[in-house]
């Protein structure tokens, strides 16, 4: 008797974790719009742009890349120049779900 592959449930759980990286992307990018200055505007882009980079990893099915994204994604994020705490928590639980 061959053992289950849980192939098919692994893909489905990183379809959802892409689709809610790029969620958090647009949030983000919300975020740098409102933002009142360069350095905050500056750190919100580039998070956006590191969730927006482990969505399309995943897409590939890189979840190594796809965490290096999120981890620099929780790092501008939570900086004193972003100060968007949510965002960070988001990668974390990215993160988090990718670990499982």
């Known amino acids: 008797m061959q053992p289950e592959t849980p192939t ?3 893909q489905l759980d990183l379809t959802a974790v892409e ?3 790029r969620r958090w992307a647009t949030r983000a990018r919300a975020l740098v719009n409102h933002a009142t200055c360069d350095d905050r505007e500056n750190a919100l882009g580039v998070a956006a742009f590191q ?3 482990a969505a ?6 890189d979840t ?5 994204a999120l981890r620099a994604a929780r790092n501008y994020a939570g900086s004193e120049e972003a100060m968007a705490p949510e965002l960070a928590e988001a990668a974390d639980t990215l993160l988090d779900n990718l670990q499982s």
């Open 51 to 53: 969730f927006d980079s």
């Open 19 to 21: 689709a809610t990286a």
């Open 64 to 68: 190594g890349k796809a965490r290096e």
């Open 56 to 61: 399309q990893y995943l897409d590939r099915g």
């Open 8 to 10: 098919l449930d692994l």
